[in-house]
């Protein structure tokens, strides 16, 4: 339960973080692409890669940080950062065929399953 309050306060606060993030960008740069989203995606890629060296280089972080700051307000703040994550430890692993599959069908198979969301509400 101690762990799921953890993730759960993360992760609230990352999508506060992404929503004051996302209105702060909009208010400067043009709605025509996703700037917001874009900006958000790239530092929270930053920010769980940081989370995850300092807990690799040394034990600063607990567990419990380690948890809040990563799955919790990383996660909530951008799922991409996870995504980034597991892709940077495929390919630390050697795994490459592993990457290639998780990065490309992660990218395809999740924009057809967006697009499929959409036609089946538009369908109904």
Do not use: H, W
Request: net charge positive; proline share 2%.
């Amino acid at each position: 339960m101690k762990m799921l309050l953890i993730v759960g306060l993360g992760g609230g606060l990352g999508s506060i973080a992404r929503f004051l993030s996302q209105k702060t960008v909009a208010q400067f740069l043009p709605v025509s692409f996703p700037y917001g989203t874009f900006f958000i995606n790239i530092l929270g890629s930053f920010l769980i890669g940081i989370f995850f060296g300092i807990s690799e280089k040394s034990n600063v972080l607990s567990p419990e940080v380690r948890l809040f700051l990563t799955t919790g307000f990383c996660g909530g703040f951008t799922t991409f950062s996870t995504f980034s994550l597991d892709s940077l430890m495929l390919i630390r692993d050697a795994q490459y065929l592993y990457f290639g599959l998780y990065a490309g069908l992660s990218v395809l198979l999740g924009l057809a399953a967006t697009f499929a969301g959409v036609a089946l509400i538009k369908f109904l």
